[in-house]
C-alpha cells in the first residue's frame, strides 16, 4: 500500500556530492513546476492510501517558492509534509529561521537536514547545524541524515565476510566514485533486491519528467502519460519488465533474463544492479529513465 510519495522536486543541485544516487548537480536538469505538483498531489488524493508528501531533490531550497508552494498545497489538502535538504542557505542561526520561517507556517513534520562530511566537510559548526538550531527554536521536527564515505570493518568474531559500512547506496555517481578498493563479490552472489521494496511499494519517487521510481532510475510508468493512481493501482512487479527479474531473482535474474555480461565483481546487490540496468538502458528507455541518473547525456543533449 502507497503511503508515500517523494517529489524530486528538482535534480539541480548546487553541490555534487561522491555518494549522490542521483547524479544531482548544478548542470542537472528537470524541476516541477505549480500546475504540476498540483495534478500530482490530486492523484496522490485519488489514490486514497497516501499520508506523507516529502519535497526533495536535488536542492529543494534553490527553488524555494515553489517548494514552499508545495508545501502549502499538500499541508492544505491533509497531506503530512517533509523536506530533506543539504542546508546550503544555513548561513547563521538566525538567518536559517529566515528561510524556516514560511516552511514552519506550512504545518511541515519533518525536516530532514543533511549533516555529514559529503556535504559540509568536517566542521563542527556545519550549515546543518545551525539549520538544526533555528527549527528547534521555530519548534520544526526532524533530525540530520548522516552517510558517511564507506568504511571496511573485518567480520565479526573473524568470521565470514568483512562489512562495508557508511550508509551509502552503490547506485549513480556513488559507483563512479567510492566502490573503487572495496570488498566485491561475484554476480551470482546477488540474488534478491534487498533495499527497496519493489513488489509492494510503500513509497515512490516522482520527478518531473513524468517517472514514477519504485528505485532511483527504474520507472514504473510515466504520470503524464497515464494517471499516476492507474499507474500505481495497476502495476504488478511480475509484469514489468525490469521488476519481474529483479523481484524473481535479484540483479543476476536480470541480467541472465537479457544476456548481459558484465566483467569483474561487484560491491553489493545495488552496485550490480545499477550497472546491468545502465547496460540495458537503451533497450528499456521508458523504465530506465532518466537517463541523467546513470550519468548518461539525455538524447539530444
Ligand atoms: S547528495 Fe544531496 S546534496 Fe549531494 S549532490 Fe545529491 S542531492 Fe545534492
Ligand atoms: S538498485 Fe536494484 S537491487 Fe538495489 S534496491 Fe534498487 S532495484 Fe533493488
Redesign the pocket.
Known amino acids: 500500500m502507497l503511503t508515500q510519495i517523494h517529489f524530486l522536486l528538482t535534480y539541480a543541485?548546487n553541490?555534487?556530492?561522491d555518494?549522490?544516487f542521483?547524479y544531482?548537480?548544478p548542470s542537472a536538469k528537470g524541476t516541477f513546476t505549480v500546475a504540476q505538483i498540483k495534478e500530482v498531489l490530486a492523484e496522490a488524493k485519488n489514490l486514497g492510501t497516501v499520508e506523507w508528501i516529502y519535497l526533495e531533490?536535488?536542492?529543494p531550497f534553490l527553488y524555494y517558492p515553489v517548494m514552499v508552494e508545495g508545501l502549502r498545497l499538500a499541508s492544505e489538502m491533509g497531506f503530512k509534509t517533509g523536506v530533506v535538504t543539504?542546508c546550503y542557505w544555513a548561513s547563521a542561526v538566525e538567518d536559517a529561521a529566515l528561510w524556516l520561517g514560511p516552511i514552519f507556517e506550512t504545518g511541515v513534520e519533518d525536516l530532514s537536514l543533511?549533516d555529514d562530511a559529503?556535504?559540509h566537510g568536517d566542521s563542527e559548526e556545519s550549515p546543518a547545524k545551525r539549520a538544526a538550531k533555528a527549527a528547534a527554536k521555530l519548534g520544526i521536527p526532524g533530525g540530520p541524515i548522516c552517510i558517511e564515505r564507506p568504511t571496511v570493518r573485518p567480520p565479526a568474531g573473524g568470521k565470514g565476510e568483512p562489512v562495508v559500512g557508511g550508509g551509502a547506496l552503490f547506485r549513480g555517481r556513488a559507483v563512479e566514485k567510492l566502490t573503487e578498493g572495496l570488498p566485491t563479490k561475484p554476480p551470482d552472489a546477488f540474488c534478491e533486491c534487498t533495499h527497496e521494496e519493489i513488489v509492494a511499494p510503500k513509497r515512490v519517487h516522482v520527478d518531473s519528467f513524468g517517472n514514477v521510481h519504485v528505485c532511483q532510475g527504474l520507472s514504473i510508468g510515466n504520470m503524464w502519460e497515464r494517471p499516476l493512481s492507474e499507474i500505481i493501482g495497476e502495476y504488478q512487479a511480475v509484469n514489468h519488465p525490469i521488476c519481474g527479474p529483479l523481484s524473481r531473482g535479484g540483479p543476476i535474474e536480470l541480467a541472465k533474463t537479457y544476456g548481459v555480461e558484465l566483467d569483474g565483481e561487484f560491491v553489493d546487490e545495488c552496485h550490480y544492479c545499477y550497472l546491468v540496468r545502465r547496460a540495458l538502458i537503451d533497450r528499456f528507455p521508458e523504465y530506465l529513465a532518466p537517463r541523467q541518473v546513470y550519468g548518461l547525456a539525455e538524447e539530444g543533449d
Open positions: 543541485c553541490y555534487e556530492c555518494h549522490c542521483l544531482c548537480g531533490g536535488g536542492e543539504n543533511s559529503f556535504h
